[in-house]
Every structure is written in C-alpha cells, then in structure tokens.
C-alpha cells in the first residue's frame, strides 16, 4: 500500500483517522509506511506521493480504553520511528480484545511504557529548563513592551503539550519560547504557534540573567555536590542553553577547596542546613523563595505542577490555618483522604493529630497545618491508591512552596512530624527516632521540634502503640508555650 501521510509530527487526529481505517481494511501494522511532514527525515517528495490520512473515508470507530488512549497520545509525540506501528499494533490488539491492555509485561507494553516515561520526563525537562530572556519591543508611537524570550531543543515533540504550563505560571507575562520545529507565542490571552527558529533567534544574556547567575553560584554547596545525581537531574544535553550550566565546571573545580574553608571555618553544619540548596534540588525547584501572603501563595500552588507527582494527584493540598498563628505544624505530604478532600490531616493520620491536640488543650483553630510536599504521591495496586513515601525530588521541587509559607507566617516554632518534614526544614537527614523531642534551630532562627509522625504510631505494633503516643503527646507537648502565650513551659528542653 501507498505511504500514509500527517500534517505534522504531532497530527494525533489525522493519525488516529488512519488508524480506523487501516483497521477496518485489516492492513497490519508492519505494511504499512507513514510520512510525518516536519520530521527531522522528512522527504518532501517522499510526502507528496503518500496518501493524507486526512483524506481517508471515514472508517468505524475503534474502543479502546482511556488508560490507553490518553498515554498514547504522550507516546505518539516521542521521536522515536517504532511509535507509530507500535501505537497502531498496540491499538488492534486491544481493540480485539480488551485484556491485551493488562498485561504488563508484553513487548509492546514494556516498550509503551519505555515512551511514555521519557515523553513525560522530556515535558517535565523542559518545564524545569527553560530559561526566558528579557527583550524590549518598540513599535511606532507605542510604549516600549518587554517580551520574554527562550530558545529550547527537546528531544521529542513535546512543545504543544508543555506550553500550557508556561501559560498557566506566565500568564501575565508576553513571551516566547523558540526551538528547531515550532514557536509558540503567549500575549496574555491565547498561545499561538509558528514555525521553528535558530538559536541566533533568540536573545542575548542580560543584567536579569547576571543576577540570577549570582545567586545560583551563592547557592551552590560545595560540601553537597553529587555530580551523578546532578547529570540526571539536569541531563548533560540541556546544558549547552542553560546559562548556569556554564559555570558548573567552575564551581566544581574549585569546590574542595570552599569545602575545605567552610571546614575550618566550622561552617560545614550551617551549609547542609536550609539556605544553601544542592544544586539538583535547586534545578528541580527552580524558584527562590518569595514573601506573599498566605492566600495568594495558595492560589498560585493550586496550579503547580513543578514535579510529576502533580500530575497524579487530584489536587494540591496547600497549608491551612490561623495566619497569625505562632506554630506551624508540617507532615509528611497528604494522604489519600486529604487528596480527595483538599485539606491537610483529615485521614486517619490526621484523626490521631486533631485527637493530640484536645488531649493537650490545644485549639486547633490557633495552628497552622501544612506538609513538606502538597500533592499526594502514590501508586496504584488495583483500584487502590496506595501512599508512596516522597523521594528528595519531590520535596525538593516542593521546597519552595513550604518556605514560602514560613516566610508569610513567620511562626516562632515549627513541629516537623516525621523525617520528611525534618528534611525539608532543616536541609539535611533527620534520624527521628534518635532525635525525638530534640529542637533544631533552623538559620533564619526559627525553632524545629521534631516529632514521629502520627502515621509511625498507627503502623506501630498493637503492643507498643499506647507507649509510642504517650511519648509523642509528651514531646508534642513542648511546643505547647510557644503556640499559646499562656501556657506553661513542659518540664523538658524547650
Ligand atoms: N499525613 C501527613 O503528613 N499529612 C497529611 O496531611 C495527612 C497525612
């Protein structure tokens, strides 16, 4: 049969078109030959003899389920040539029969999957790598507007899929991000889409990226530097558009030696500690900590999506609470409860901390409740929805957000319930269990207890749960004067 053609390397419709047909005339996968128009192999001859899938009669539709649908059309914008008759194979087969789609460890399935994670790693990449250039434009007897500019090169055909999000952060900004295939464009109303530019397109460095160059060096931690997990965070290729990436050699050239002077300078504990970010987390997170009020950061976390736990989740469960409160209570992440319903410590979990605080003669309405990353990680056993403990990403690409908070509230005490917690408040490994009851000053002078997190006790033995909540609610307890003026000081180490 004659090549098959799409408009472009992201026609889902015309391909999903031809797929029916193909189907319903019982051409295999194998005979047939597709031409993507914008391919970095196309050939224009090549496409003018092919057939426009577009063209095709219009063939019965196909039923095949949405858990394969809605990641096939991610696979379909990967680059690699096996896609198509990979998603066209795939496609027959379920539609055949619908259990063909459960079997996990089919060829097809392992290399689907293989796709479609690096699909999704590349849209993540790029939300996380773009890094925009400020240009002023001049038009006749108008004010000057500045436009943001980046150029970028992904490795898949990603760009339409990623830009949302930019629209979505940026939404009051006018900008552009440039690649090899295609523009896209953002006024502040709607995205539009050209054709592809040249590096030369985009602008130069700027006093703006000089400043930012300033702090990415004045956070760089010589005395954490792990150069493996930063290649894999910020994969080498990205490296050549990321203005930082260039000082990297630098920084680390001369890192043994900072190291060895914040050694002697009896600075090695205040540098693992909040303030100086490794430099994967500070790529991942990508944001420095901004002063806002409590509600706007709120709002402005309910659109985040800077980790792929995000996309996950139903929801961003952001803190809650009294905004002049003096203590702030940080979990873990939230559970499956507190996804559903929006709200931090409404599970289980939860249940046990609210039962704490009457037990304490704590008003839970003079707190602040939030957890060190907001969106619910976890997998699926079935239809189960089972808790996966955050990796550093995630709390990394998080961090920003709890700090925002801390900024904004300004407590005088923190309660860091369970490691996670603990790590992201002080910037370094916590071990809960030996440190229970213990306050850690954090370096902008705010006091964090640490604390074992209501979920340890409910996971606890039968046996020991009764002993292991006395001894939480005891060191719960010491925070008790900090939040409440008129309470007295517990008898322990506050
Ligand atoms: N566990 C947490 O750490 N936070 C919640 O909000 C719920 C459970």
């Given at each position: 049969?004659s090549?098959?053609s799409?408009?472009?390397v992201?026609?889902w419709?015309g391909f999903?078109?031809?797929?029916r047909?193909?189907?319903?005339?019982k051409v295999?996968a194998?005979d047939?030959?597709w031409?993507l128009?914008?391919a970095?192999?196309?050939?224009?001859f090549?496409?003018a003899?092919?057939?426009?899938a577009?063209?095709l009669p219009?063939?019965?539709?196909m039923h095949?389920?949405?858990?394969f649908v809605a990641?096939?059309?991610?696979?379909f914008?990967?680059?690699?040539e096996?896609?198509?008759?990979l998603l066209h194979?795939l496609?027959?087969?379920?539609a055949h029969?619908?259990r063909?789609?459960?079997?996990p460890?089919h060829?097809?399935?392992?290399q689907?999957d293989?796709?479609?994670?690096?699909?999704k790693r590349?849209?993540h990449?790029?939300?996380a790598f773009?890094r925009?250039r400020?240009?002023?434009?001049?038009?006749?007897?108008c004010p000057?507007?500045?436009r943001?500019?980046?150029?970028?090169?992904p490795a898949h055909?990603?760009?339409?899929a990623?830009?949302?999000f930019?629209?979505r952060?940026f939404?009051t900004?006018?900008w552009?991000?440039l690649t090899p295939r295609?523009s896209?464009?953002?006024?502040?109303?709607a995205?539009a889409?050209g054709?592809?530019?040249q590096?030369?397109?985009?602008?130069?460095a700027?006093?703006?990226?000089?400043l930012w160059?300033a702090?990415?060096?004045s956070i760089?931690?010589?005395?954490r530097?792990?150069?493996?997990?930063?290649?894999?965070e910020?994969?080498?290729r990205?490296w050549?558009?990321?203005?930082?990436?260039?000082?990297?050699?630098a920084?680390?050239?001369?890192?043994?030696?900072r190291?060895?002077?914040?050694?002697?300078a009896?600075g090695?504990?205040?540098?693992?500690?909040r303030g100086?970010?490794?430099i994967a987390d500070s790529a991942?997170?990508?944001?420095p900590?901004?002063?806002?009020?409590?509600?706007s950061?709120?709002?402005?976390?309910?659109?985040c999506?800077d980790c792929?736990?995000?996309d996950?989740?139903?929801?961003t469960v952001?803190?809650?609470?009294?905004a002049?409160a003096?203590?702030?209570?940080?979990?873990?992440?939230?559970?499956?409860?507190?996804?559903l319903?929006g709200?931090?410590?409404n599970?289980?979990?939860?249940?046990l901390l609210r039962?704490?605080?009457d037990?304490?003669?704590?008003d839970?309405r003079?707190?602040?409740?939030t957890?060190a990353?907001?969106?619910f990680h976890h997998?699926?056993?079935?239809?189960r929805?089972l808790?996966?403990?955050p990796?550093q990403?995630?709390a990394?690409?998080?961090?920003h957000w709890?700090?925002?908070?801390?900024a904004?509230l300004?407590?005088?005490?923190i309660?860091?319930?369970?490691a996670?917690?603990?790590?992201s408040?002080?910037?370094?490994?916590?071990?809960v269990r030996?440190?229970?009851?213990s306050?850690?000053?954090?370096?902008d002078?705010?006091?964090?207890?640490i604390?074992?997190h209501?979920?340890?006790?409910l996971?606890a033995?039968?046996?020991r749960?009764?002993?292991?909540?006395?001894r939480w609610i005891?060191?719960?307890?010491?925070?008790?004067p900090h939040?409440?003026?008129?309470?007295?000081?517990?008898g322990?180490a506050c």
């Amino acid at each position: 049969m004659s090549p098959l053609s799409l408009a472009t390397v992201t026609d889902w419709v015309g391909f999903s078109r031809a797929v029916r047909h193909l189907h319903a005339n019982k051409v295999a996968a194998e005979d047939v030959r597709w031409r993507l128009a914008g391919a970095a192999s196309d050939d224009l001859f090549a496409i003018a003899d092919a057939i426009d899938a577009h063209s095709l009669p219009d063939a019965p539709a196909m039923h095949l389920p949405k858990s394969f649908v809605a990641p096939a059309r991610e696979v379909f914008l990967h680059a690699n040539e096996d896609r198509l008759p990979l998603l066209h194979r795939l496609a027959v087969r379920i539609a055949h029969d619908a259990r063909a789609w459960a079997d996990p460890l089919h060829a097809d399935r392992l290399q689907f999957d293989r796709l479609h994670r690096e699909v999704k790693r590349e849209i993540h990449k790029m939300h996380a790598f773009v890094r925009f250039r400020p240009i002023e434009e001049i038009a006749d007897d108008c004010p000057s507007v500045t436009r943001h500019v980046a150029w970028f090169e992904p490795a898949h055909h990603i760009v339409e899929a990623a830009a949302p999000f930019f629209a979505r952060r940026f939404a009051t900004l006018r900008w552009a991000i440039l690649t090899p295939r295609v523009s896209v464009q953002w006024d502040g109303r709607a995205l539009a889409f050209g054709p592809g530019a040249q590096r030369a397109d985009a602008p130069c460095a700027d006093a703006g990226e000089a400043l930012w160059l300033a702090y990415y060096r004045s956070i760089f931690n010589p005395a954490r530097v792990k150069v493996a997990m930063m290649k894999k965070e910020m994969p080498v290729r990205f490296w050549k558009n990321l203005p930082e990436a260039a000082q990297i050699g630098a920084l680390l050239a001369e890192a043994p030696r900072r190291e060895q002077r914040m050694i002697a300078a009896g600075g090695a504990e205040r540098a693992r500690k909040r303030g100086s970010v490794d430099i994967a987390d500070s790529a991942v997170s990508g944001v420095p900590v901004e002063a806002a009020d409590l509600e706007s950061l709120r709002r402005r976390a309910a659109r985040c999506r800077d980790c792929p736990v995000a996309d996950a989740a139903t929801q961003t469960v952001f803190g809650e609470g009294n905004a002049g409160a003096r203590l702030m209570i940080v979990g873990e992440q939230p559970g499956d409860h507190e996804d559903l319903c929006g709200r931090p410590f409404n599970g289980p979990a939860g249940q046990l901390l609210r039962a704490a605080f009457d037990e304490l003669g704590w008003d839970a309405r003079r707190l602040y409740l939030t957890n060190a990353v907001k969106h619910f990680h976890h997998e699926l056993r079935g239809k189960r929805r089972l808790h996966k403990t955050p990796g550093q990403q995630e709390a990394a690409a998080c961090l920003h957000w709890l700090e925002a908070e801390i900024a904004a509230l300004r407590p005088q005490a923190i309660v860091a319930l369970g490691a996670t917690a603990a790590r992201s408040l002080l910037g370094r490994d916590v071990g809960v269990r030996a440190s229970e009851g213990s306050w850690v000053d954090r370096d902008d002078g705010v006091r964090v207890l640490i604390c074992l997190h209501p979920a340890a006790i409910l996971r606890a033995e039968e046996s020991r749960r009764a002993a292991l909540r006395a001894r939480w609610i005891d060191t719960l307890r010491q925070a008790g004067p900090h939040a409440f003026a008129d309470m007295a000081p517990a008898g322990g180490a506050c």
